[in-house]
């Protein structure tokens, strides 16, 4: 697939739904490793077992470096995949625990 939002998919704010992200961002990521290597063949339900990958949730790192977080963003704006798959997944009891949440911070108690 190019870097085109496919056939038929709806306009965000009257757009392309790409264009939710700054266009150097886009050129960027459509530049990155993860990209080219990773969500090239994605699917609407392929991405999800990408999105179970992440260690991280961010937009750019070092020299404005694409996280792999932006690039499935941006591949999900490009599918815009079925209500009704996006449910499935969210509604899913084994992703129950993928959800991005701040590891516990131990409280120490020092006793009178």
Known sequence: MAN???RGAL???GGNPQFLIEKVIRARIYDSLYWKEQCFALTAESIIDK???LHA??????RQIPTSF???TLKMLQ???EKEILFEYLLAEEFKLSLPV???IP???NPP
């Open 11 to 13: 306009s965000v704010h």
């Open 102 to 104: 701040p590891p516990p």
């Open 57 to 62: 949730i961010g937009g750019v790192h070092d």
């Open 4 to 6: 085109s939002t496919l």
């Open 70 to 72: 932006m690039c499935l």
């Open 107 to 109: 409280i120490h108690h």
């Open 79 to 81: 599918l815009q995949p």
């Open 51 to 53: 999105a179970l990958e």
